[in-house]
């Protein structure tokens, strides 16, 4: 490929194409508190919607009475399930194939569920007649533990007691969901069976929240006279939810808009339907006003989509000199009381079977099996890529715990067991095919900028002067190499409640050369307006500062699935990059045409076209758009428009390797970030900034996890972390700096070899502070401490090693 | 959650005793006690004002009364509701050692606390049970000391 002239690259610089570090247009309103959010809408005659909600975590509900609560002034009505049933919508499905209540019909299942919901003309007189509805109890035993679930005679969900079978295959027990399994288990066996080492280990990867800072909520409108429903919502898939909307209520998807404005942060928390969009859509129909409803942080915490919760119990085997032979994993999942996770329909289990992880094994065998338990319902949310954030913590635990039973250096053990860059595309032993990838040359990058050596050498004498009384603080340096798959999905196996999980861009130029382009996609944060734009600029020539992105709009914006599992850039990133080619195909012809040439006697020269061999005679895009609209142009329909719709062939591989030094007081738990260098590679980088960006947020979530947030539950099913005195919440005073690096090893499948980046930082991050404190205390042997690693369970880790003798 | 305690009081057993079962002096002594109503020797009504953290609320409740071994030992189980700020149920068993004109009394409890009041006060309940039924027993023991004296 030619260097680009001088005047080339001047042009492309004004293009703000992709690779540069474009400044995000949408920071202009959000940094002046002119957002627009769902608690931003206010309708004339808007009526405000709150939750009654179950203290208990297992009940039979005897009976409610609403008198007290309706006559609190300004109260409308109060629903419960009796007054949903007769529209069937007192349960609803959930996106696992299971089915959950809207408002509690019987029982109830865990603490916070939806009791009934009260609507009123302000949000103060609906809190009142909360507190004053009664509701009448009778409790039933609490389990909050899965392995518990599985031997107890008490049955959590009456409603399909006697169904020995569910959406994924039988059922074994009454609190049993389904078992998944993929890989050769035969084969597993041998291998560990036959081994020379082999490595056992419970892995927990515990239950926590994404914790947005918007919490969830919605406006419903039903317009009685045109037959139309309006509904403004925190949803991370609006098109899905418009769908699921006419299935659930019978309105035709025409006469239903859903519109998700700015969101202030998703993280999966925001891609199910909770009972509060269908109550506040229910009551609307019902009173003929519009009815809003937002949570406050509890509600949040208590009762919207949770994260991990699995209980991974591992085995792999090696030879003696480390080359890893086989890996086994036995995953118990707590989903809480209904399997609401938000997975593709044929994954239960999510991608949970990357857990072979950067490492070339061949034979692997995963077995999950989900639990009905006592707690809120959910599991895959929080950037977890459809549970790779589990997978991956789990295989990089597994890699030290076999480190330490080789007695041999973590780092030396992956290099030797990663795939090779000439084994890509790689079939896994689980089933998946990785697109591309260049592991040794990351991994050599990053412990070189880190000096890991220096660092061993620094440990060694820290445990010297540890044992000789000199300190009392402990270096752990914590390794992560991720490998992580996202950009769901192929429609030949992906889809979410039937719909198939490809994406779209719709692109329409302007006649003096400005551009807006719509995409089935919708920000929460992750910059799509400013970066949608570059890809467009630099494939269509017209400057990323002239192109509108618009997303979230079902009556404008094309199909799509929405914004999770860093699906964006690889599906619709595509999608856009195609439809962009298209412009450029028509324009191409537009242009021979004004320049009285051949089609093929023209080329792209970055921002125009020029006759091949003659440059001085060019057409830019901006005169090719005029001319759209302008002449009669024989065989060409007037206008500059293209739609993508895009099933891509395959997911996406991105890969990272992340570094944390860390000091670890073992008198008081105290933990501190000494450096954290975070090498991430997601193949063809469209905004270096934007990415940094990602990175800085997705590595302090990890920080959170493994540190010491999480959603915890005492024996009686109280949630005891459910407000942000409990619920760690990283501030400026916890997070360390980071060093960001990358290397590109771009997508071979995808159109600009772009890969996604949003949850790698999260997948990667928690393995690598979780190994840091485990690093710490090896050398006195600790293999396995549950996260999170707050200052009590340290100082507890420091105790039982006998430390603080 | 568990609280054990103990207290000398200024009074014989049997005055001590009595006095644990009058509902008049429970009602006084009792933090936050609005109404306190005996339906018969072992049942109690009571309706209780208490406040943990930021949760303030109004518990209606029903004690019952084991008297296992009077005047050496009884013992009380009870449940209340206070709405939409939770619940609590739990127990105490109570012994009273005779040491002539004093009396030690010593007890231990166990709640168990759910609702609004554990998620937002799990951390406090601990210190503000110990606070309330170390204030129980101080304003107990003064207004038993006073009939005594009288």
Request: glycine content about 10%; charged content about 25%.
């Given at each position: 490929?030619?260097?680009?002239?001088?005047?080339?690259?001047?042009?492309?610089?004004?293009?703000?194409?992709?690779?540069?570090?474009?400044?995000?247009?949408?920071?202009?309103?959000?940094?002046?508190?002119?957002?627009?959010?769902?608690?931003?809408?206010?309708?004339?005659?808007?009526?405000?919607?709150?939750?009654?909600?179950?203290?208990y975590?297992h009940?039979?509900?005897?009976?409610?009475?609403?008198?007290?609560?309706?006559?609190?002034?300004?109260?409308?009505?109060?629903?419960?399930?009796?007054?949903?049933?007769?529209?069937?919508?007192?349960?609803?499905?959930?996106?696992?194939?299971?089915?959950?209540?809207?408002?509690?019909?019987?029982?109830?299942l865990?603490?916070?569920?939806?009791?009934?919901?009260?609507?009123?003309?302000?949000?103060?007189?609906?809190?009142?007649?909360?507190?004053?509805?009664?509701?009448?109890?009778?409790?039933?035993?609490v389990?909050?533990?899965?392995?518990?679930?599985?031997?107890?005679?008490?049955?959590?969900?009456?409603d399909?007691?006697?169904?020995?079978?569910?959406?994924?295959?039988?059922?074994?027990h009454?609190?049993?969901?389904?078992?998944?399994?993929?890989?050769?288990?035969?084969?597993?066996?041998?291998?560990?069976?036959?081994?020379?080492?082999?490595?056992?280990?419970?892995?927990?990867?515990?239950?926590?929240?994404?914790?947005?800072?918007?919490?969830?909520?919605?406006?419903?409108?039903?317009?009685?006279?045109?037959?139309?429903?309006?509904?403004?919502?925190?949803?991370?898939?609006?098109?899905?939810v418009?769908?699921?909307?006419?299935l659930?209520s019978?309105?035709?998807?025409?006469?239903i808009?859903?519109?998700?404005?700015?969101?202030?942060?998703?993280?999966?928390?925001?891609?199910?339907?909770?009972p509060?969009?269908?109550?506040?859509?229910?009551?609307s129909?019902?009173?003929?006003?519009?009815?809003?409803?937002?949570?406050?942080?509890?509600?949040?915490?208590?009762?919207?989509?949770?994260?991990?919760?699995?209980?991974?119990?591992?085995?792999?085997?090696?030879?003696?000199?480390?080359?890893?032979?086989?890996?086994?994993?036995?995953?118990?999942?707590?989903?809480?009381?209904?399997?609401?996770?938000?997975?593709p329909?044929?994954?239960?289990?999510?991608?949970?079977?990357?857990?072979?992880?950067?490492?070339?094994?061949?034979?692997?065998?995963?077995?999950?099996?989900?639990?009905?338990?006592?707690?809120a319902?959910?599991?895959?949310?929080?950037?977890?890529s459809?549970?790779?954030?589990?997978?991956?913590?789990?295989?990089?635990?597994?890699?030290?715990?076999?480190?330490?039973?080789?007695?041999?250096?973590?780092?030396?053990?992956?290099?030797?067991?990663?795939?090779?860059?000439?084994?890509?595309?790689?079939?896994?032993?689980?089933?998946?095919?990785?697109?591309?990838?260049?592991?040794?040359?990351?991994w050599?990058?990053?412990?070189?900028a880190?000096?890991?050596?220096?660092?061993?050498?620094?440990?060694?004498?820290?445990?010297?002067?540890?044992?000789?009384?000199?300190?009392?603080?402990?270096?752990?340096?914590?390794?992560?190499?991720?490998?992580?798959?996202?950009?769901?999905?192929?429609?030949?196996?992906?889809?979410?409640?039937?719909?198939?999980?490809?994406?779209?861009?719709?692109?329409?130029?302007?006649?003096?050369?400005?551009?807006?382009?719509?995409?089935?996609?919708?920000?929460?944060?992750?910059?799509?307006?400013?970066?949608?734009?570059?890809?467009?600029?630099?494939?269509?020539?017209?400057?990323?500062?002239?192109?509108?992105?618009?997303?979230?709009?079902?009556?404008?914006?094309?199909?799509?699935?929405?914004?999770?599992?860093?699906?964006?850039?690889?599906?619709?990133?595509?999608?856009?990059?195609?439809?962009?080619?298209?412009?450029?195909?028509?324009?191409?012809?537009?242009?021979?045409?004004?320049?009285?040439?051949?089609?093929?006697?023209?080329?792209?020269?970055?921002?125009?076209?020029?006759?091949?061999?003659?440059p001085?005679?060019?057409?830019?895009?901006?005169e090719?758009?005029?001319?759209?609209?302008?002449?009669?142009?024989p065989?060409?329909?007037?206008?500059?428009?293209?739609?993508?719709?895009?099933?891509?062939?395959?997911?996406?591989y991105?890969?990272?390797?992340?570094?944390?030094?860390m000091?670890?007081?073992?008198?008081?738990?105290?933990?501190?970030?000494?450096?954290?260098?975070?090498?991430?590679?997601?193949?063809?980088?469209?905004?270096?900034?934007?990415?940094?960006?990602?990175?800085?947020g997705?590595?302090?979530?990890?920080?959170?996890?493994?540190?010491?947030?999480?959603?915890?539950?005492?024996?009686?099913?109280?949630?005891?972390?459910g407000?942000?005195?409990?619920?760690?919440?990283?501030?400026?005073?916890?997070?360390?700096?980071?060093?960001?690096?990358?290397?590109?090893t771009?997508?071979?499948?995808?159109?600009?070899g772009?890969?996604?980046?949003?949850?790698?930082?999260?997948?990667?991050?928690?393995?690598?502070?979780?190994?840091?404190?485990?690093?710490?205390?090896?050398?006195?042997?600790?293999?396995?401490?549950h996260?999170?690693?707050?200052?009590?369970?340290?100082?507890?880790?420091?105790?039982?090693?006998?430390?603080?003798? | 959650?568990?609280?054990?305690d103990?207290?000398?009081?200024?009074?014989?057993?049997?005055?001590?005793?009595?006095?644990?079962?009058?509902?008049?002096?429970?009602?006084?002594c009792?933090?936050?006690?609005?109404?306190?109503?005996?339906?018969?020797?072992?049942?109690?009504?009571?309706?209780?004002?208490?406040?943990?953290?930021?949760?303030?609320?109004?518990?209606?409740?029903?004690v019952?009364?084991?008297?296992?071994?009077?005047?050496e030992?009884?013992?009380?189980?009870?449940?209340?509701?206070?709405?939409?700020?939770?619940?609590?149920?739990?127990?105490?068993?109570?012994?009273?050692?005779?040491?002539?004109?004093?009396?030690?009394?010593?007890?231990?409890?166990?709640?168990?606390?759910?609702?609004?009041?554990?998620?937002?006060?799990?951390?406090?309940?601990?210190?503000?049970?110990?606070?309330?039924s170390?204030?129980?027993?101080?304003?107990?023991?003064?207004?038993?000391?006073?009939?005594?004296?009288?």
């Open positions: 490929m030619k260097d680009l002239t001088e005047d080339q690259i001047e042009r492309a610089a004004k293009l703000k194409g992709m690779g540069t570090s474009r400044k995000r247009v949408e920071d202009v309103r959000f940094t002046q508190g002119k957002g627009n959010y769902v608690d931003d809408i206010k309708l004339d005659g808007m009526l405000f919607g709150d939750f009654v909600r179950s203290p975590a009940a039979r509900v005897k009976s409610i009475n609403i008198e007290e609560a309706m006559k609190v002034p300004g109260v409308v009505a109060v629903l419960t399930a009796k007054d949903l049933e007769p529209l069937s919508l007192h349960w609803m499905p959930t996106l696992a194939g299971d089915k959950q209540m809207v408002l509690a019909d019987g029982k109830v865990f603490q916070g569920q939806e009791v009934a919901f009260v609507v009123a003309s302000d949000r103060y007189a609906a809190a009142d007649a909360v507190e004053l509805v009664e509701v009448d109890y009778e409790e039933l035993p389990i909050v533990n899965p392995f518990e679930a599985l031997k107890s005679d008490v049955v959590l969900r009456e399909i007691k006697d169904e020995t079978s569910g959406a994924h295959g039988p059922r074994n009454h609190n049993h969901i389904f078992t998944w399994t993929e890989g050769n288990e035969a084969a597993t066996e041998q291998a560990i069976d036959s081994a020379e080492v082999v490595a056992e280990e419970m892995v927990y990867y515990h239950r926590t929240h994404p914790c947005p800072l918007e919490t969830c909520g919605t406006v419903a409108s039903m317009d009685k006279v045109t037959g139309k429903l309006t509904v403004w919502g925190t949803f991370q898939a609006p098109h899905v418009r769908t699921v909307a006419s659930l019978g309105i035709e998807e025409h006469n808009r859903v519109i998700s404005p700015d969101i202030g942060g998703g993280f999966g928390n925001k891609v199910g339907v909770y509060g969009y269908i109550c506040a859509i229910v009551a129909i019902v009173t003929g006003k519009p009815v809003k409803w937002i949570e406050d942080r509890m509600d949040n915490l208590m009762a919207t989509a949770f994260a991990r919760d699995y209980w991974m119990k591992g085995r792999i085997s090696a030879t003696k000199d480390g080359k890893i032979t086989g890996l086994h994993c036995h995953v118990t999942a707590d989903h809480g009381a209904f399997d609401a996770c938000a997975d329909t044929k994954f239960p289990a999510g991608f949970f079977h990357i857990c072979t992880g950067s490492y070339d094994i061949p034979a692997a065998f995963v077995k999950v099996d989900g639990v009905y338990t006592n707690k319902p959910g599991g895959v949310a929080y950037r977890c459809f549970r790779v954030t589990e997978a991956a913590y789990f295989i990089e635990r597994m890699i030290e715990v076999l480190a330490i039973e080789l007695n041999m250096d973590a780092a030396e053990l992956r290099r030797i067991n990663f795939i090779r860059a000439d084994q890509f595309p790689y079939q896994s032993a689980l089933g998946w095919e990785y697109d591309s990838g260049d592991y040794h040359t990351a050599d990058k990053a412990l070189k880190v000096d890991y050596e220096g660092l061993r050498k620094e440990q060694a004498q820290r445990i010297e002067d540890f044992k000789a009384g000199k300190t009392r603080k402990l270096l752990g340096i914590g390794l992560t190499h991720f490998t992580e798959i996202v950009g769901a999905g192929p429609v030949k196996n992906c889809d979410i409640l039937g719909m198939g999980m490809f994406d779209s861009c719709e692109i329409r130029i302007h006649p003096t050369g400005s551009a807006i382009a719509r995409l089935g996609t919708i920000s929460q944060g992750q910059a799509h307006a400013t970066t949608f734009a570059q890809i467009l600029a630099t494939e269509t020539g017209i400057p990323a500062d002239s192109i509108t992105i618009e997303e979230g709009d079902t009556d404008t914006a094309p199909y799509g699935l929405g914004t999770y599992g860093s699906r964006s850039t690889p599906v619709a990133g595509a999608a856009t990059a195609l439809a962009g080619r298209k412009i450029r195909a028509k324009a191409q012809m537009i242009a021979a045409y004004l320049l009285e040439v051949h089609d093929d006697d023209v080329e792209w020269d970055v921002d125009r076209f020029s006759v091949k061999g003659a001085e005679r060019f057409k830019t895009m901006k090719i758009a005029y001319a759209a609209y302008n002449q009669a142009i065989g060409l329909e007037p206008g500059l428009e293209a739609v993508s719709y895009y099933d891509p062939p395959n997911m996406t991105p890969f990272g390797a992340y570094i944390c030094v000091e670890v007081d073992v008198d008081t738990g105290q933990w501190d970030i000494r450096q954290f260098y975070a090498l991430d590679d997601c193949g063809t980088r469209i905004n270096p900034m934007v990415i940094d960006g990602q990175v800085h997705g590595v302090t979530e990890a920080l959170a996890i493994a540190m010491g947030q999480e959603i915890a539950y005492d024996d009686m099913g109280n949630v005891k972390t407000t942000l005195m409990d619920f760690f919440l990283p501030t400026a005073w916890e997070v360390p700096n980071y060093t960001t690096d990358h290397t590109v771009p997508s071979p499948h995808h159109p600009i772009a890969k996604g980046v949003g949850e790698s930082p999260n997948v990667g991050g928690v393995p690598a502070f979780s190994n840091a404190v485990h690093d710490a205390f090896r050398a006195f042997g600790l293999r396995q401490s996260m999170p690693h707050d200052h009590w369970r340290i100082w507890k880790i420091a105790s039982d090693l006998g430390l603080h003798a | 959650m568990d609280l054990t103990e207290i000398v009081i200024n009074a014989p057993r049997d005055v001590v005793y009595a006095a644990l079962q009058d509902p008049e002096v429970l009602r006084q009792i933090p936050g006690c609005e109404e306190l109503i005996k339906h018969s020797d072992t049942d109690l009504e009571a309706k209780v004002v208490l406040k943990v953290g930021p949760v303030k609320a109004r518990f209606s409740g029903k019952t009364l084991s008297p296992d071994n009077p005047p030992a009884f013992s009380l189980t009870g449940e209340g509701s206070g709405g939409a700020a939770g619940f609590a149920k739990g127990g105490a068993d109570v012994h009273l050692e005779d040491r002539g004109e004093e009396t030690l009394l010593r007890y231990t409890a166990k709640v168990d606390i759910g609702g609004k009041l554990a998620q937002l006060g799990s951390r406090l309940i601990q210190g503000t049970a110990k606070k309330l170390a204030q129980f027993f101080a304003s107990f023991a003064e207004t038993v000391e006073e009939t005594e004296k009288a």
